[in-house]
């Protein structure tokens, strides 16, 4: 299996170079081959300078210019098609289904990197990058013009000094989009509970070869554990989902410590309202001797199932009794992101019988 990055290239040549460095750097993934999608005119313009230097600085010379559509721009519709047809072209010759690869979206017009994120979409790209450097910007906006239709070996030490600052920024980062994570709602479920220590990690949940535990230590995901939850919980739909099959609930039982006040006519009308919610598919009774007087509910453990087809938050739901004392409900539901959670929350402390 190799790794490969297909990347779309404008008249600035130095965001290949940064799409290198940032997924050797960053992703932990060593480049065997990148695919360059561009123009014509970028191509006559830059490739030499590109390829000279990253086999002079990078001592990387792997590189595939098949994929480049045959005009100096995309100046209409027919042009981004045409274009589309080229990106499609790449990514399969790729092969993301045996190999690992990353698309890098940052080069060409905005068309390109709309559409080149869609196709990645679309097929088993494992990552989407889009790099950023302020620096390298301003200083290629400096050089372009000087250094068109040249070799990086031919230039004079300062223009070359100036060269290796565009293409290599001391500033790089990018956004990044796990897509072989993103693209799979079990993969996203798993992956979120483990970075917000809420999960025991299901360690059978493969691709291409690797469990998604090895994916996270090795691509150091929890690094931007912040924003990698931000973005599926940006992606989840706030609601949670549906549950197709409901489990049996638990009848209430008089436990260890049992409390007289209890009203089971009221505990079983608030459990039936909690029934008829989709996304609860089992309601245990665990708590008889709580004093709390209002309803709460906090983050409990994962609940781990093999196919984790049903996973999300225990959510602890306590509804006082009389004279202070309180039941608490262990409700087992589909939601895990924080918005779903809020969701749950939300409908629960308004429940009419809860606030008796």
Not at 58 to 80: S, T
């Amino acid at each position: 299996m190799a790794n490969i990055l297909v990347t779309s290239m404008g008249l600035s040549p130095g965001i290949v170079t940064e799409g290198i460095i940032y997924v050797q750097n960053n992703l932990n993934i060593k480049i065997d081959k990148v695919f360059v999608i561009t123009t014509q005119k970028a191509l006559n313009d830059y490739a030499n300078l590109l390829l000279s230097y990253t086999e002079t600085e990078m001592n990387f010379n792997n590189f595939d210019f098949q994929y480049i559509l045959p005009k100096d721009d995309i100046k209409d519709y027919r042009d981004q098609l045409e274009m589309i047809k080229v990106m499609r072209k790449a990514i399969s010759a790729a092969d993301p289904k045996n190999n690992e690869v990353i698309v890098n979206i940052a080069g060409g017009r905005k068309t390109m990197s709309a559409d080149l994120l869609l196709l990645s979409y679309m097929s088993n790209v494992s990552y989407v990058i889009h790099v950023l450097s302020e620096s390298a910007e301003r200083e290629w906006n400096k050089i372009s013009e000087k250094v068109k239709n040249k070799k990086y070996d031919e230039l004079e030490p300062e223009l070359k000094e100036k060269v290796k600052k565009a293409f290599e920024p001391e500033d790089l980062s990018a956004v990044t989009y796990p897509l072989f994570i993103l693209k799979d709602e079990k993969r996203m479920k798993a992956v979120y509970l483990y970075l917000n220590n809420n999960a025991k990690f299901v360690s059978n949940f493969k691709y291409k070869g690797k469990s998604l535990k090895e994916y996270v230590d090795i691509y150091k995901l929890s690094n931007n554990a912040d924003v990698l939850k931000s973005l599926i919980d940006f992606l989840e739909d706030s609601i949670p989902k549906r549950v197709d099959q409901k489990e049996k609930s638990e009848q209430l039982k008089k436990g260890g410590h049992p409390v007289k006040d209890i009203d089971p006519a009221r505990i079983k009308s608030i459990v039936e309202e909690i029934e008829k919610m989709e996304f609860v598919y089992k309601i245990n009774h665990i708590d008889f001797n709580v004093t709390s007087k209002c309803c709460k509910v906090e983050h409990g453990d994962y609940t781990d199932y093999d196919d984790i087809e049903i996973v999300g938050y225990k959510v602890f739901l306590t509804i006082p009794m009389k004279d202070s004392h309180a039941i608490t409900l262990e409700l087992h539901t589909t939601a895990y992101t924080d918005r779903q959670f809020e969701y749950v929350k939300d409908l629960l402390l308004n429940l009419k019988e809860c606030k008796k």
